[in-house]
């Protein structure tokens, strides 16, 4: 059975940072591509990063230079690390391994 469990998010001020992470069970880690995806209330799911096995990353044009993807295999988590971060990137994020199993999400709000 594969469990994503994601963590991380929170409240924070306008150019602070959080990191989100997302934690992946019962998939062969070593070989998923790591997604991560936001979503305000009335509006579709975003896409914003991927990882990929080989560690390429890509990010969406309103987050790059401000987020940062990691993956610890150790521990077959992947990060979102957010910098500077605006009001406008609030959202609930969620993460999904191979673009199939999917996290709980996890919400972030940034508000001064």
């Known amino acids: 059975q594969v469990r994503v469990v994601q963590s991380g998010g929170g409240f924070v001020q306008p150019g602070e940072s959080l990191r989100l992470s997302c934690t992946v069970s019962g998939f062969n880690f070593k070989i998923g591509t790591l997604n991560w995806f936001r979503q305000t209330p009335g509006k579709e799911r975003e896409w914003v990063a991927t990882i990929t096995a080989d560690g390429s990353t890509n990010f969406t044009d309103s987050v790059k230079g401000r987020f940062t993807l990691r993956r610890d295999w150790a521990r077959n988590t992947g990060h979102l690390q957010m910098n500077s971060l605006e009001p406008s990137d609030t959202a609930v994020y969620y993460c999904?391994?191979?673009?199939?199993?999917w996290g709980q999400g996890t919400q972030v709000t940034v508000s001064s």
């Open positions: 999904n391994i191979q673009g199939r199993f």
